[in-house]
């Protein structure tokens, strides 16, 4: 029988079983398969990730290869990995920062859990991977980028803007770089959201893949402005496993879910403890509390990050972990949490799941709640069904995970008193019965229903 002559139709047919783990598409339908060449059986082509941090790009690229090798008539194949970052237009975005292509604002519900150390590690892994990466301080209150990258100089001025500092390929800006050290910094409340505002035009990024702003600690007015004035892509929230359930879901989660702003993630820092000599790990804190937090509320959860002494050294003496020693098990942690986060970038600038798993209307009808998904699907969620399926940490055990059993019978007037949006991924139902804890993701409710067709 004759052998199927190999085109380009052929060789893309075969990579359309290339799925990105992250993304769930393939490689031919997100549009990543460039410059594909044909001659005398030997395939050539450039996959163009979503970003150069892409946590799967080695198995992308076996994948691809393997399968086109398979294909009659095949002798040779080489696949070139690119990257070209998507972003996303934020309203508000054009104007303020044209060529930035995403804002992630890194957040903690309280001071000293490791954020500003977090946001310098992962903007060094970014750019580590060949991404265009810059990092602000927006920490008015006590910058600690100066001492973290040990940096003493002024930035210089050109045509009237500021002109980031670089060091370990990333653009570093700092209202610390214009304090001197007798200036003390207490901007407070509408004067430093204003600043922050004024700083972030004032300064030239130029092009970037990433721009992380690093936060003031905590979720106070000036956090909240700020993150409602900057076209922010998405906020990655930091926590420590003795904090965990209280920073972020009661307080760093209500401010995101009051300005509309994607959760990119959550990250447990200082999660155990490794042993630099005998690697035997010891969780210090009762451990897993943010991957547990994560799942209660939906959340993607990026990773934990080991308790590493080299970590402190690092940003005492201006080099942070990553740079200084890529080796330590703190530094791979932080690499593969950057990679995760860009994954997680890509996912919300790509989503193709937006639609489906986001209401055009929530209304109440006879026993149900009626939500009308935004591709047009209809859901019906009968009331008591709904309040069995809560996924808060009273309905289901924290540490196993398994539902409580339910006694309770629901009087025959049960409803929910009011339903309130949780951001742009969740509902809350407040219930007659009086509970209200738990937050019922739109992916949740839209599976649950799919479920019982
Ligand atoms: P925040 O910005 O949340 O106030 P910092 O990033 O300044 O917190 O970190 C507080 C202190 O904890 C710093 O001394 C830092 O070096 C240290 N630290 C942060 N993360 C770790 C870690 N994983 N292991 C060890 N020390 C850490």
């Not at 600690?144 to 009237?160: A, N, R, V, W, Y």
């Not at 936060?215 to 496993?241: K, M, S």
Request: aromatic fraction near 6%; glycine fraction near 8%; proline fraction near 7%.
């Amino acid at each position: 029988m004759p052998t199927a002559p190999l085109t380009e139709e052929a060789v893309l047919q075969s990579l359309r079983s290339v799925m990105d783990p992250d993304l769930r598409r393939d490689v031919v339908s997100l549009g990543f398969v460039k410059n594909l060449k044909i001659r005398d059986g030997h395939v050539s082509l450039d996959l163009e990730l979503t970003t150069p941090a892409c946590p799967v790009k080695d198995q992308l690229k076996a994948e691809a290869t393997e399968r086109i090798r398979s294909l009659p008539g095949v002798r040779e194949v080489s696949v070139q990995l690119s990257a070209a970052v998507r972003g996303r237009p934020v309203q508000g975005s054009a104007q303020m920062l044209p060529a930035v292509k995403n804002l992630v604002a890194v957040a903690s519900g309280k001071g000293g859990v490791g954020k500003s150390t977090a946001a310098a590690n992962l903007a060094l892994a970014l750019a580590a991977t060949g991404a265009r990466v810059g990092l602000l301080d927006a920490d008015v209150y006590g910058p600690s980028l100066p001492t973290m990258f040990g940096i003493c100089e002024t930035p210089e001025q050109k045509d009237g803007r500021l002109v980031p500092l670089e060091r370990h390929g990333v653009r570093l800006m700092s209202m610390g770089f214009l304090a001197t050290k007798d200036t003390p910094v207490i901007w407070r409340g509408p004067m430093a959201t204003k600043l922050i505002q004024q700083f972030l035009m004032a300064v030239d990024w130029g092009a970037l893949d990433y721009l992380l702003i690093d936060l003031p600690p905590g979720t106070g007015d000036v956090q909240l402005t700020l993150v409602q004035t900057v076209p922010l892509t998405g906020a990655v929230i930091i926590t420590t496993p003795q904090d965990v359930a209280r920073s972020v879901a009661q307080r760093g989660l209500r401010m995101f879910q009051q300005t509309d702003v994607p959760i990119l993630g959550i990250i447990e820092n200082m999660s155990h403890f490794s042993c630099p000599h005998c690697g035997e790990r010891t969780d210090i804190f009762r451990h897993g509390g943010g991957h547990r937090v994560s799942e209660e509320l939906g959340l993607p959860f990026l990773g934990e990050i080991p308790l590493d002494p080299e970590m402190v050294v690092g940003g005492d003496e201006g080099t942070p972990l990553v740079a200084k020693n890529p080796k330590a098990p703190g530094a791979r942690a932080w690499r593969e949490v950057a990679g995760a986060l860009a994954a997680r970038i890509s996912v919300v600038n790509l989503s193709t799941e937006a639609t489906r798993t986001h209401p055009a209307s929530v209304a109440v009808e006879s026993g149900h709640v009626v939500i009308r998904w935004e591709d047009g699907h209809e859901s019906r969620h009968p009331f008591a069904q709904l309040r069995r399926e809560c996924p808060c940490a009273v309905c289901v055990d924290e540490n196993t995970g398994i539902r409580r059993h339910f006694a309770q019978a629901l009087p025959p007037d049960f409803r929910p008193v009011e339903i309130q949006k949780v951001g742009r991924y969740a509902l809350q139902f407040f219930w007659s019965d009086g509970h209200n804890t738990g937050i019922y993701t739109f992916n949740s409710l839209r599976d649950s229903a799919e479920a019982r067709k």
